[in-house]
């Protein structure tokens, strides 16, 4: 029998994935990772994940990586392949792309950042009226992380390793084909976050996909 696939992640967020796609879901959050750690966090055996990562392999949605260890054999650690970005949101990628061009054409790079100003404010009303009724910076972090997942970021909330701060991380971009066109969509991006956050908060870049991360990174402390 044939595995269903969401749609797109954002619609997979309504239930729970299971099989191959989870496999291939959490390879993308958590990647690198070994066989072990996935069937510890998926609950399903050793073997299952085994040859769930096998047929990711052989479809060239997941790769892997030897790791040697102190003690013992060297693991395999695995994360998701390049290729598998368009099993998750994409935003209609094509279409962005076209306008993006089409817009630059009409009005130039002025005409362009104005569009984007544009956007943000008017995302900033729509994840205003979510977050700004939470008073602690981690309420706010989460109420925007359960946002930008459901339009297919895949993001989530971590600590910083370092203590004293927190790590809203996006691990997949749906729009990175038209952000690869334009620059200021990323720019606007850590604007949107800033105001969402207030003054008190100070949001950093860590990490963007498209210098080449794994995922996009944003530290953020507060006063």
Request: glycine fraction near 8%.
């Amino acid at each position: 029998m044939q595995e269903t696939q969401p749609a797109s992640l954002a619609a997979s967020l309504a239930a729970p994935l299971t099989g191959r796609y989870a496999v291939l879901s959490l390879l993308k959050r958590e990647g690198p990772v070994s066989a072990d750690s996935l069937s510890k966090r998926l609950g399903i055996t050793g073997m299952a994940v085994r040859l769930h990562l096998n047929a990711l392999l052989t479809e060239k949605l997941a790769q892997f990586e030897v790791e040697a260890r102190p003690r013992g054999r060297p693991v395999q650690m695995w994360r998701a392949a390049p290729s598998a970005d368009e099993r998750f949101a994409d935003s209609h990628a094509a279409l962005a792309v076209d306008l993006v061009s089409q817009i630059k054409k009409a009005f130039g790079e002025k005409g362009m950042d104005t569009i984007l100003k544009m956007r943000t404010a008017e995302q900033e009303a729509s994840y205003r009226a979510s977050i700004d009724g939470v008073s602690s910076l981690k309420g706010k972090l989460e109420r925007l992380a359960k946002i930008r997942s459901a339009e297919g970021y895949m993001a989530e909330l971590r600590r910083d390793p370092d203590g004293g701060a927190w790590l809203f991380v996006e691990n997949h971009c749906p729009i990175c084909a038209a952000a690869r066109l334009c620059s200021g969509l990323c720019r606007e991006e850590l604007t949107l976050f800033s105001r969402l956050l207030g003054p008190a908060a100070k949001v950093e870049r860590t990490s963007h996909i498209l210098a080449g991360a794994r995922r996009c990174a944003y530290r953020v402390t507060g006063a």
